[in-house]
């Protein structure tokens, strides 16, 4: 029998699955509403399954905080329009809400997900089939301080505590949380504007460091200057490449008279206490994830055609 669009939109607000599925669906079944469904139901695993080899690379972070601790999450779809759905919105708050008990990846992954029984990567795995693209949970963290507050930032949020891209900043401090708290969300701020390499410049990985000298004292050899100038001027290139790239010494973004160091110093009068900059983490959507580049009018002419 012939399927009209309209069948197949009312079936796909139903369930949420793709508009190829729901066709299919509905050939399957002579147009039958309620078989539909249930086939559509029947086959999500599989469908999933399918789904699963395709790259997932868009999708949404997710911030959850809670007293003196947060977390951050990313979950991948295949499109952004997926990440505007409601219900893949609402795995994503979800999700996000586990890792604040939970913490790491791998723990979040196997823990239960909220009002259900399955676990966080079985609802996932189980909404693939509804929203009908690869859908998958990528990696979470938490920040944890005994005294003072964790902020919180999603820049460009679509919901609340949900974007492309979220920050955490702890702040250690016996003083105000409040005012800590404000402060920290300030220099999630600026994390997520500068997007830097270390909190310290201990903590930037040796190699990468010996990296930059290397490059710089090739450079500086090519004046023909004598090797003791050279020393000079690989030190104040490396000087300039923690200002840029080390958190405590970049040039605060809210004011770039003075370094983030010398921003907590001065929030300390208000905080009222001393503080300390512990930890931050950034997670922007996607990072580190090889797209595949598509031909998109292929696509919609194979669409059509289909």
């Known amino acids: ?11 796909r607000d139903l369930t949420g699955a793709g508009m190829m599925d729901c066709k299919m669906a509905l050939n399957e079944t002579n147009g039958n509403m309620e078989e ?48 505007r759905n409601a219900a ?6 979800n999700v996000a809400k586990v890792a604040l008990a939970y913490g790491k990846t791998e723990a979040v992954a196997a823990a239960k997900y ?24 990528r990696r979470s963290a938490k920040l944890t301080v005994p005294h003072g507050a964790v902020a919180t930032y999603v820049h460009n949020a679509v919901a609340d505590g949900l974007g492309k891209l979220g920050v955490l900043v702890a702040i250690e401090t016996t003083g105000n949380e409040h005012a800590a708290n404000a402060f ?6 600026h994390v997520a504007a500068t997007n830097p390499m270390a909190l310290t410049a201990e903590q930037i990985d040796p190699a990468a460091v010996e990296r930059e000298k ?27 490449f923690y200002e840029e790239v080390v958190l405590l010494k970049q040039a605060f973004v809210l004011n770039p008279d003075i370094t983030v160091e010398k921003a907590l110093k001065d929030a300390e009068k208000e905080i009222g206490a001393p503080a300390k900059i512990t930890a931050y983490l950034r997670f922007a959507l996607g990072e580190g994830i090889e797209k595949e580049e598509t031909d998109f009018a292929a696509e919609v002419a194979a669409a059509v055609k289909k």
Do not use: H, Y
């Not at 893949?88 to 708050?93: C, D, L, P, T, Y």
């Not at 920290?184 to 701020?189: D, G």
């Open 114 to 137: 909220p009002g259900s029984d399955k676990s966080v990567t079985d609802v996932i795995k189980d909404a693939v089939g509804t929203i009908g693209e690869n859908l998958g949970f």
């Open 88 to 93: 893949f919105q609402e795995i994503v708050a």
């Open 36 to 83: 539909a469904v249930d086939w559509l139901r029947k086959k999500g695993i599989s469908k999933a399954d399918k789904k699963a080899g395709r790259t997932a690379a868009e999708g949404l972070i997710g911030v959850d905080s809670g007293v003196r601790e947060a977390a951050v999450v990313e979950v991948n779809s295949e499109t952004d329009f997926v990440a």
């Open 214 to 240: 290397a490059i710089f004292s090739d450079q500086a050899r090519q004046s023909g200057k004598p090797e003791a100038i050279i020393e000079k001027m690989v030190e104040g290139r490396m000087r300039k």
């Open 1 to 11: 029998m012939s399927i009209s669009a309209a069948q197949v939109k009312e079936l």
């Open 184 to 189: 920290a969300r300030q220099v999630a701020m």
